[in-house]
């Protein structure tokens, strides 16, 4: 009997041990969840850090601001585009469009024209590139480093024709944090000069801009169409009458500093304009810009880590993260997003390839015409003019980074009036020879 | 303890245990139950911030997240509904496995159609939109929470 009671004592202590085990480890894993649930949450809020004005190093500035560092070592990764346009991949645009070896025959383009990279490699890029020679203008520094910040505050624009090799021993940061923030206060900021006299002359003071316009006005100080004023090489935005193709033409056509021309052409013989990406021209009068979604919306939009927001820094295709980037605004899928954009592109990717051709045949033809023996000068330069604005429209899109996203219904009008005076230019040149080619 | 003597008492006395025992667990569960339905408690989750200061921003911030987002059912498919999804969003929460937008599943928009509809119904009885596939919030999207930056930005301190 006792030893029966003992036994059964025993099972009822090993019962009363894994029930109350059992019991510890519920309550524990409460706690611990309630106390990550409610009390220890994630901050809002970002401690700001001393960093020196002149500290470039984005690795420094990593240190205090890691997620956003984390985003920005993005930049080295090298993928092509979801959507199969863009992408940051490095290979010679020639390879997809080879009428850009013919359009841009006899100056640098058609030696070197390549896919850019991210924002870490601008010094690298620049040091590679068989377009820039080492006695080339200093101006071309203007874009590609933190360090212009030094030597523009040294120099003013001075710099602009000091050869590009001297500079180059100077610089030693590629795009980097510093570029944007003001390392004091982490606020947006602009350092560009070019950009800053551009928005002075169409009245506005970008040290009174709001951080919303701040969002934009940083990518839009290098991303838009410049050219060199020929005495001192200062860098110029083309902006005095308006952001788009006609306007810029427009601006042009007056001869700005006595700016002419970026080269004549060997085959046509036509004074041609160089259109360089005019990104933020483009977006500014597309539905997002009108709308006011800022270049960093998309983007750089916001992410989360481990509860933590932060702002991407990967500035890359928002098709590559189109979750944060559209879900903001747009209830569609992800497939339903990425197929519209596609939709977009390919529509904007055949008729910039017909215009690219046609401006090309044009050259070809202008050139043939011209060696006939009593072809009409007059209507021959009438044709010159034509292929001159023919390829300007042609260029401010292909030149341009969203193959047509950034503002579909403009460029595809744009590039509709390309193919339509490159026509023009053709018949003009056969009318002058009396050929028909 | 022992078990044995709780029931040597007289049954009055184990009726009117019984009736204050149930009277708590009643009282303990329907305050669970509400208080877990405030807005102020879905607020307390860190992934809810943005949303919550949203809403508050239209012209619903009168309705509880409750009227919306429980489904218009009895009070035992609502109870097992809460549980499901309080279990699920417990489980991201303490992983902080979530995103900055925090996307509606095809379930609870449906929830949230029915919602609509309770209200609303007098409204569109006779348009095409009282049948059952009209989705009120492709057109409505903002009405229960508005857009702009809410609380919860990334600001440097």
């Known amino acids: ?437 | 303890m022992d078990w044995q003597r709780l029931f040597n008492l007289s049954p009055l006395k184990l009726l009117g245990l019984g009736v204050a025992a149930g009277a708590v667990i009643v009282l303990l569960l329907t305050g669970t139950y509400y208080a877990s339905g405030s807005p102020k408690f879905c607020a307390s989750c860190h992934s809810m911030e943005l949303v919550y200061s949203r809403w508050q921003a239209t012209n619903h911030k009168q309705f509880a997240c409750t009227e919306c987002h429980l489904p218009d059912t009895n009070i035992v498919g609502k109870v097992v509904y809460k549980a499901r999804a309080g279990l699920n969003d417990l489980v991201h929460e303490t992983f902080r496995a979530y995103t900055p937008i925090i996307p509606i599943s095809s379930n609870s928009e449906e929830i949230l159609k029915r919602n609509c509809v309770r209200c609303h119904y007098s409204t569109i009885e006779n348009t095409p939109m009282a049948r059952a596939s009209a989705n009120c919030l492709k057109c409505h999207r903002y009405l229960g929470h508005g857009r702009g930056p809410g609380k919860g930005g990334i600001r440097v301190e």
């Open chain 1, 1 to 437: 009997m006792d030893a029966d009671r003992e036994k059964e004592g025993l099972e009822l202590n090993r019962n009363t041990k894994i029930i109350t085990s059992l019991l510890g480890i519920a309550v524990l894993v409460f706690c611990v969840v309630m106390l990550r649930v409610f009390m220890i949450q994630p901050a809002t809020t970002v401690k700001l850090a001393v960093i020196p004005e002149g500290e470039y190093d984005p690795a420094v500035w990593g240190k205090y601001y890691p997620l956003e560092y984390k985003s920005y070592q993005k930049n080295l990764e090298m993928a092509p585009s979801p959507t199969g346009f863009g992408g940051s991949e490095k290979y010679q645009k020639s390879t997809k469009e080879p009428e850009i070896l013919i359009n841009f025959k006899g100056m640098p383009f058609s030696k070197d024209y390549t896919e850019d990279r991210g924002h870490p490699y601008s010094l690298e890029d620049i040091k590679e590139t068989k377009r820039i020679q080492p006695t080339a203008a200093g101006s071309c520094i203007t874009c590609k480093t933190a360090n212009l910040i030094d030597i523009y505050k040294e120099m003013g624009w001075g710099y602009a024709k000091v050869p590009i090799q001297e500079l180059l021993a100077k610089v030693k940061y590629p795009i980097v944090c510093a570029n944007c923030h003001d390392p004091k206060t982490m606020n947006l900021r602009v350092i560009n000069p070019a950009f800053i006299e551009a928005m002075e002359r169409r009245g506005i003071d970008v040290k009174k801009a709001t951080r919303e316009e701040m969002r934009s006005y940083v990518c839009g100080q290098c991303h838009a169409e410049y050219y060199f004023v020929p005495e001192g090489k200062r860098v110029v935005f083309p902006w005095d009458k308006g952001f788009l193709p006609e306007q810029t033409y427009a601006y042009y056509a007056g001869n700005p500093s006595g700016f002419e021309q970026d080269w004549i052409h060997p085959d046509s013989g036509a004074k041609m304009l160089k259109a360089q990406h005019p990104d933020y021209e483009t977006w500014i009068g597309g539905v997002h810009g009108r709308s006011g979604v800022s270049c960093a919306d998309c983007h750089m939009p916001f992410m989360m880590e481990k509860g933590q927001k932060y702002s991407s820094h990967w500035v890359t295709s928002p098709m590559k993260h189109s979750e944060p980037s559209c879900k903001q605004c747009h209830t569609q899928d992800a497939t339903w997003l990425l197929d519209r954009v596609k939709t977009i592109q390919n529509n904007v990717w055949q008729l910039q390839r017909t215009a690219g051709q046609t401006v090309a045949k044009a050259h070809e033809v202008i050139g043939k015409a011209s060696q006939a023996a009593k072809a009409s000068k007059a209507d021959l330069d009438k044709a010159r003019v034509l292929i001159r604005k023919a390829q300007w429209y042609w260029d401010f899109v292909a030149a341009e980074n969203s193959m047509g996203f950034h503002n579909p219904d403009q460029v595809l009008n744009t590039l509709g009036i390309s193919i339509d005076l490159a026509h023009q230019a053709i018949a003009t040149a056969n009318r002058a020879a009396g050929t028909q080619y």
